[in-house]
């Protein structure tokens, strides 16, 4: 059996060791002398289930304070160590810092009792001060960040968080009263740790990275300090809610901070490479801290002002070559610098003349990306004239590892064929690029009856913003065969709502299309911009449902149709069902492109191309579903 009373007298030692008073001491030893008994007469040892054993009967208050002295000697018994808030040197603060910590109590808190309490749970931090022998003026974000680091106090999350907000307090008062004027209260926060620290520390790839800056575009520390009060102004007016306001205040806090212990100009580049160094640490809130810095860069680029109706939450990633965060487009952008200007027109040139054909931004900008490691393949190979290409040297191209890019023979097909029309090459190459494969029979994928039938009872029982917006966006693509990202696009203009007709031009072809509304795709529309669209002044039909409600994506459809039906994700098969529901009706092949708004019949096939089982399986028209 252990020896009980040899462990309490040498507990209490420790505690009058540290500083505690004889009468608490005894307090102490009386609790414990009274749980000796208890401990013997069941024959236990002092552990955590025998103090819960012990301690069953008393209130809640007297059972908090016998399990936190009995958890500590139990502690004790095991290590010999007694761990405490209190158990370490108490120092005697001197005049110097007791003058500065009465001055914050008495011209913050009123209540006197209140005054004693934030004093014994603050005194912690004057001590390391003193110990450190920091004066209060003097003090540094390096100072806070030691003693926000090492002050080992084993309190709870919400007693660490009362910690950190009167030491932020105090901090707060001394800038106020312009005693030290740094913003040194940003560090103390227990729920977002600091991300600090000095230049001197950047990694080598950071350090690379500023080598390689041309230009810094730098603004003073107090501008951006006053850029968070702005900013609270254009959140406010974009409906944005509190916590995300916050989010954004907390990273400009610690952004400024940054700047302010380095000495140093706020300058954009240097903002994202703190963002780069500090990314690695963070966890969810890892794109926040990236809208963040991006969101300061738009407003002193007069992007975003307190004027704006809304925050363009597009460009969580920037396209300056510059900085490590879009790492992608630092790769395609920097492969297109690496050319020569003379390929480099080229490919402009190109570019031009698919637009004049009608191609849409995103097809121009894949030309590029499939052109530039064509061209770079020919300068690895010496070859600085296009007229130079052979066919052995197209072959090699074909072949090598250069060849990665999805769809690129086409295009660099279709390149060749414009140099010779253009006579830039003298030789038409463009035969010589295999790009038809065997062709491949297969049959067209539709929906069947029952899926139908989900459709029309899901658009009978919408409730909610969402789902009035899944139902529109699924009966334009099945009654109307429109595409996804025609959908996204789809403006009120667009429609004629007294002779109910749609004249849209598509996005991706630049074909004009005419079609009539039919009913259940107007009352659609109707309850959606009724029940569920945001208000919000846009010409776009359909919104996101959050603030800055910006138009939906092109990527929006498949979550349409997987909100209408579950197993579903691929927007297209409302077209597909569509085009062979027409033809199903029609038997005619210059219906389904009229109402496809295709220019020939190659295109159209795949959509009529289905087999007797797959007709036996739709045989249904969409009339005789009543909807």
């Not at 069953?56 to 139990?74: G, P, Q, T």
């Not at 390149?415 to 065997?438: G, H, N």
């Not at 990527?555 to 149709?561: A, P």
Request: glycine share 4%.
């Amino acid at each position: 059996m252990e020896n009980y009373e040899a462990i309490f007298k040498t507990f209490i030692e420790k505690y009058s060791q540290n500083g505690y008073s004889n009468s608490l001491c005894s307090s102490y030893y009386n609790l414990l002398a009274a749980a000796t008994s208890f401990f013997s007469r069941n024959g236990v040892y002092i552990t955590e289930e025998s103090i819960q054993k012990f301690t069953k009967n008393y209130s809640v208050r007297v059972k908090k304070i016998y399990c936190r002295i009995l958890r500590e000697l139990a502690i004790f018994n095991a290590t010999g160590f007694v761990k405490h808030k209190q158990l370490r040197p108490l120092l005697k603060l001197d005049t110097y810092y007791l003058l500065y910590l009465d001055n914050y109590l008495t011209n913050t808190f009123s209540n006197k009792k209140y005054r004693n309490s934030i004093r014994n749970m603050i005194v912690p931090f004057f001590e390391t001060l003193q110990h450190e022998q920091i004066k209060v003026s003097d003090i540094n974000y390096i100072d806070c960040m030691r003693v926000y680091k090492e002050l080992d106090l084993p309190l709870s999350v919400l007693g660490r968080d009362n910690f950190d907000q009167h030491v932020r307090g105090f901090l707060h008062y001394i800038s106020d009263i312009g005693i030290n004027e740094r913003k040194l209260w940003i560090v103390f926060n227990h729920w977002n740790p600091p991300y600090l620290f000095s230049v001197e520390k950047l990694s080598r790839e950071s350090k690379e990275e500023l080598s390689s800056i041309r230009k810094f575009h730098f603004k003073t520390r107090s501008e951006l300090w006053d850029s968070i009060d702005s900013l609270k102004i254009i959140f406010e007016n974009c409906g944005y809610a509190k916590k995300n306001y916050a989010g954004l205040k907390r990273t400009i806090e610690l952004l400024y901070a940054f700047f302010d212990m380095n000495d140093m100009d706020y300058s954009i580049e240097y903002s994202w490479i703190w963002f780069n160094e500090i990314e690695k640490k963070l966890k969810t809130d890892r794109n926040w801290f990236k809208r963040t810095v991006n969101i300061i860069e738009l407003f002193f680029q007069d992007e975003i002002s307190t004027s704006s109706t809304f925050i363009p939450k597009r460009r969580l990633f920037i396209p300056q070559i510059e900085y490590l965060y879009r790492r992608k487009t630092v790769k395609r952008e920097s492969i297109f610098n690496k050319l020569t200007p003379y390929y480099q027109s080229l490919i402009k040139a190109f570019q031009k003349y698919k637009q004049l054909e009608g191609r849409c931004e995103k097809t121009v900008k894949n030309y590029q990306y499939a052109l530039q490691k064509f061209t770079l393949y020919l300068i690895s190979r010496n070859i600085l004239n296009i007229k130079d290409l052979t066919r052995d040297v197209l072959s090699d191209f074909i072949s090598s590892d250069f060849n990665d890019f999805p769809g690129k023979l086409v295009k660099i097909r279709m390149f060749l064929y414009f140099l010779y029309e253009t006579q830039l090459m003298s030789t038409d190459l463009s035969e010589c690029v295999p790009v038809k494969t065997a062709s491949k029979e297969k049959n067209v994928t539709v929906l069947n009856k029952n899926e139908l039938l989900q459709i029309d009872n899901y658009r009978k029982n919408c409730k909610s913003a969402s789902e009035y917006k899944n139902a529109a966006g699924v009966l334009l693509g099945l009654f109307m065969g429109l595409r996804a990202c025609d959908v996204a696009n789809l403006k009120f203009t667009d429609i004629d709502w007294k002779s109910k007709i749609l004249h849209l031009i598509q996005t991706k072809t630049k074909v004009q299309l005419n079609l009539p509304i039919p009913n259940p795709v107007y009352e659609a529309l109707v309850l959606y911009i009724k029940k569920g669209r945001p208000k919000a002044n846009s010409p776009y039909i359909f919104l996101e449902d959050n603030p800055p409600f910006k138009k939906i994506g092109y990527q929006s459809g498949k979550y349409m149709i997987k909100g209408v039906l579950k197993n579903r994700i691929n927007f297209h098969i409302l077209r597909r069902t569509f085009a062979s529901n027409i033809h199903e009706t029609s038997k005619s092949l210059n219906t389904v492109i009229n109402c496809l708004g295709h220019t020939g019949e190659t295109s159209v096939g795949k959509y009529v191309n289905i087999s007797k089982k797959m007709m036996e399986e739709c045989t249904l028209s969409l009339s005789d579903l009543h909807i």
